[in-house]
T-cell receptor
Framework: QQQVKQSPQSLIVQKGGISIINCAYENTAFDYFPWYQQFPGKGPALLIAIRPDVSEKKEGRFTISFNKSAKQFSLHIMDSQPGDSATYFCAATPYSGNTPLVFGKGTRLSVIA | NAGVTQTPKFQVLKTGQSMTLQCAQDMNHEYMSWYRQDPGMGLRLIHYSVGAGITDQGEVPNGYNVSRSTTEDFPLRLLSAAPSQTSVYFC?????????????FGQGTRLTVV
C-alpha cells in the first residue's frame, strides 16, 4: 500500500513558468511533510518542509501548500529555471518519535528554455 | 565537514556474492537509515537505526543485514547478491531527539548484480 502518492511522474515546464507537484497521504498520524530535491548522481537534499499548523510555507521561489482536510500537499516552483531541473520527492511522517520518512515515487522536472 | 560518506560509489557483483556497503557520518546523528532507489519506485526504506545497538526493518529488508556498533557507522550487508538487488543505495542520517529534523543523504552507491 502506497502511503504517499505523488504526481505527476514527470513534468516539463518552460523557463519562467510555474511547476506544480502534488502529493496525497492517507495516514492521519503524518504531521511532518518535507520535500527533497535530487540532482543526477547526487543524494537527495532537503528543500523545504511544512507542518499542519500552517497552510502555506514559502522559501524564495519554492512554496508548499497544505490542505489538511483533503490530506494533500503540493510544491510550487515559481519562475522555474533550468537549474531547477531535478527529481523532487515528497515525504511524510509523524513529527514526533523519529518514525521513518515515507517517500513518494518522485517527479522528474525538466525546465526548458 | 564531510557529512554522510558512502563507499564504494560503484560496485559490480556476481550473483551469490556478498558485500558490505559502508556508511559513515560525522555529525553525531543518532538516526541513520538505508534506502534503495529504483526507477519509478522512489526511495524505499531497507533498514534504519535510532542509535547504537538499535536497528529495525523497513519496507524492503529481505536479503540485507545491518548492525550499528557505533554512532558514526551503519554498514549494509548483502548476504547473497541477486539481480533484483541492482539499485542505487542511499544512506541518510539525522538527529533523533523525539522530533524530526533535516535528514542528510550520502552520494549513493550504484550496485549492479550480474
Amino acid at each position: 500500500q502506497q502511503q504517499v502518492k505523488q504526481s505527476p511522474q514527470s513534468l516539463i515546464v518552460q523557463k519562467g513558468g510555474i511547476s506544480i507537484i502534488n502529493c496525497a497521504y492517507e495516514n492521519t498520524a503524518f504531521d511532518y511533510f518535507p520535500w527533497y530535491q535530487q540532482f543526477p548522481g547526487k543524494g537527495p537534499a532537503l528543500l523545504i518542509a511544512i507542518r499542519p499548523d500552517v497552510s502555506e510555507k514559502k522559501e524564495g521561489r519554492f512554496t508548499i501548500s497544505f490542505n489538511k482536510s483533503a490530506k494533500q500537499f503540493s510544491l510550487h516552483i515559481m519562475d522555474s529555471q533550468p537549474g531547477d531541473s531535478a527529481t523532487y520527492f515528497c515525504a511524510a511522517t509523524p513529527y514526533s518519535g523519529n518514525t521513518p520518512l515515507v517517500f513518494g515515487k518522485g517527479t522528474r522536472l525538466s525546465v526548458i528554455a | 565537514n564531510a557529512g554522510v560518506t558512502q563507499t564504494p560509489k560503484f560496485q559490480v557483483l556476481k550473483t551469490g556474492q556478498s558485500m558490505t556497503l559502508q556508511c559513515a557520518q560525522d555529525m553525531n546523528h543518532e538516526y541513520m537509515s538505508w534506502y534503495r532507489q529504483d526507477p519509478g519506485m522512489g526511495l524505499r526504506l531497507i533498514h534504519y537505526s535510532v542509535g547504537a545497538g538499535i536497528t529495525d526493518q523497513g519496507e524492503v529488508p529481505n536479503g540485507y543485514n545491518v548492525s550499528r556498533s557505533t554512532t558514526e557507522d551503519f554498514p549494509l550487508r548483502l548476504l547473497s547478491a541477486a539481480p533484483s538487488q541492482t539499485s542505487v543505495y542511499f544512506c541518510a542520517s539525522s538527529f533523533a531527539r523525539g522530533r524530526w529534523t533535516e535528514a542528510f543523504f550520502g552520494q549513493g552507491t550504484r550496485l549492479t548484480v550480474v
